[in-house]
């Protein structure tokens, strides 16, 4: 999550598989666990092939959320998909990771194939904290219907990382493996608005404060201050899927529904409605909605994706809330305050997507104050994790859910380690390939971290570590898809959470109030059998509190804009009505105090 558009390029992977795709009957094919969580993602980059242990073949079913290992008496673990992208199982002592695998469709486009029963080459390893114990490397398949599948079924390309058109073998392009390769040219609506910035910015202002129906206010920001927010908010960091703008309008009263048609400052008789197709194919990454390009910001629209089912998708139920406080900020809660007073700043970081990292950052040390009553107050390192992270891809984006992991498996140093700021600068230049990131960004995280960590700058205090580390990552609801207000409500009560949502281009203006009241949810989504199971978002931010104003619900949010922007860097969204998709990507994290 969280796009990176410095250079004008989405993030993330150009895959997209839902959970109807992936469940089903699989085999996992492994190699003996013979790495440690140091070696092992570089191994199962390179050299998976030719080291799969036929003894080691295990068979799965993935139901809903649950996953049944036939290879050891039926015994039942837990998996979720992560976003669109891949997938995690724990079942049987183990934890086993992989993304959804995708293939280009030529040497000249950036159009995929989606292989959603199949993964790319991923890893497995015990189920201990700290990335203890033993680790090794598996790819999956799914079975078909009617036969079963052996390890001579695996061709070559199924060893593989696909190579992006215009890449170069272990050194792609920066945007080779991104989800849509360029947002540039004449129409782009990002080059249209940067090029028009001031005039956009008062248009939204001039539009939101004059319409009695919105419960939020704009402000027209001074022009430096406009560029930083317009450069955070066009890096975002996570997936945005939307492809280039073809044959729009230029800069005018129409391009903020150029950009985001459904967001930006609809009615309440605005409606979104999704059609999805029935079909026993892998489903494409959904295209872009069509844009009405007359003058007047449209009424209805409606967008198409495909996933399954032909119908309009039901108005989101509540379930009723009870023994829940009426309000609650972490900023206040007894007289202290459990969040981090500094305020992110994508731009500071050279417009670098690391929304995903600011969140779940963000969250880890909020959930330290609150176990410590405190006493610890650690400021992490977002540069870090952005940097030496192989779950994500660093400034190209990346999911709080795989951060979380990362806690675990690696934890993250302290601030006073690795600097967050200008070092992110030089990083966010260079160039990263898909098996870059799966190998951890080695030699961009030796420079990160400048040789401070080994020089003694991060010693710490004797007998203390700073290195922190989590547990108990997970999505709240129990897995993607599984969320619901009444779930994200007992869970905040244990401290602060990431969460992903959609950001408009009139969030830019934002100063005050209650924003989104007005906004349906998503801006493409797909229900499954009665499960919301993808829901699109492209940035992720802190969730500190909740309350109500004026009879509207709201959330209390923490962006990483910088303090300058909204109220002092925060912002409240409705609450209760999946407002921009804030009710659907929700990720919470335990911290482990041991050593601190």
């Known amino acids: 999550m969280c796009l990176a558009l410095a250079s004008l390029v989405a993030a993330d992977l150009p895959n997209h598989c839902l959970n109807s795709d992936v469940q089903g009957k699989w085999k996992i094919f492994k190699t003996q666990p013979s790495y440690t969580k140091d070696n092992a993602h570089q191994s199962c980059a390179n050299a998976i092939k030719g080291n799969l242990d036929n003894s080691l073949t295990r068979e799965f079913t993935l139901d809903l959320n649950t996953v049944t290992d036939h290879t050891n008496n039926d015994e039942k673990g837990s998996w979720t998909m992560i976003y669109d992208e891949g997938f995690e199982m724990t079942v049987s002592g183990k934890k086993y990771f992989a993304f959804s695998k995708y293939k280009y469709k030529g040497m000249f486009t950036s159009s995929v ?197 032909t119908e309009t998708m039901p108005t989101l139920v509540q379930t009723e809330i009870k023994n829940i406080p009426d309000s609650l900020d972490w900023r206040n809660k007894d007289g202290q305050n459990f969040v981090t007073e500094e305020v992110g700043n994508q731009n500071t970081n050279g417009g670098c997507g690391s929304c995903y990292v600011w969140a779940a950052v963000g969250a880890l040390e909020s959930r330290i104050r609150v176990a410590s009553n405190n006493a610890k107050k650690p400021r992490l390192s977002v540069s870090d994790v952005v940097a030496c992270s192989p779950y994500s891809q660093g400034c190209e984006g990346g999911f709080p859910y795989l951060t979380g992991k990362h806690f675990e498996d690696f934890g993250v140093l302290e601030e006073s380690c690795v600097p967050n700021g200008a070092s992110m600068s030089s990083y966010n230049s260079d160039p990263i390939s898909i098996s870059d990131f799966l190998q951890g960004h080695d030699q961009a995280c030796q420079r990160v971290k400048g040789g401070r960590f080994a020089s003694g700058a991060c010693a710490g205090a004797a007998g203390e570590s700073k290195r922190w580390y989590a547990t108990n990552y997970h999505y709240v609801g129990g897995h993607y898809g599984g969320v619901t207000e009444q779930a994200m409500l007992e869970e905040i009560q244990n401290g602060p959470m990431a969460i992903g949502f959609r950001a408009s281009g009139a969030l830019m203006s934002y100063s005050g109030g209650v924003y989104g009241s007005n906004l349906a949810s998503g801006f493409q989504k797909s229900e499954h059998n009665g499960h919301m199971q993808w829901e699109e978002v492209d940035h992720a931010v802190l969730l500190v509190g909740y309350g109500v104003d004026n009879g509207q619900k709201y959330w209390t949010l923490k962006n990483s804009w910088g303090s300058s922007w909204g109220e002092g860097g925060y912002f409240k969204i409705a609450r209760g009505i999946d407002a921009g998709g804030v009710e659907s990507l929700v990720t919470a994290v335990t911290p482990i105090m041991d050593g601190h």
Not at 114 to 136: A, I
Request: glycine letters at 8%; a negative charge; charged letters at 20%.
């Open 113 to 309: 194939d989606n292989m959603c029963d199949r993964t790319l080459p991923g890893t497995y390893h015990d189920t201990k904290v700290k990335g203890e114990g033993q680790w090794g490397c598996f790819v999956g398949m799914k079975v078909p219907a009617g036969r079963d599948l052996e390890q001579s079924d695996l061709s070559d390309e199924d060893y593989a990382f696909p190579i992006a058109p215009g890449s170069k073998i272990g050194g792609s392009s920066k945007n080779a493996n991104s989800k849509w390769f360029s947002f540039g040219g004449a129409n782009n609506a990002f080059v249209q608005i940067e090029a028009n910035l001031p005039q956009y910015m008062k248009d939204i202002a001039e539009r939101v404060n004059n319409d009695p129906t919105q419960k939020w206010t704009a402000k027209v920001y001074d022009e430096k201050t406009q560029m930083e927010i317009f450069n955070s908010w066009k890096s975002g960091g996570l997936s945005r899927k939307q492809p280039e703008v073809e044959s729009k309008p230029a800069y005018g009263s129409n391009l903020d529904n150029v950009l985001a048609p459904q967001m930006l400052l609809q009615d309440d008789v605005t409606t979104t409605s999704v059609t999805t197709t029935e079909t026993t194919e892998t489903p494409a990454t959904p295209a872009a909605p069509e844009v009405e390009q007359d003058s007047a910001p449209a009424a209805t629209v409606t967008t198409t994706t495909t996933t399954t089912s």
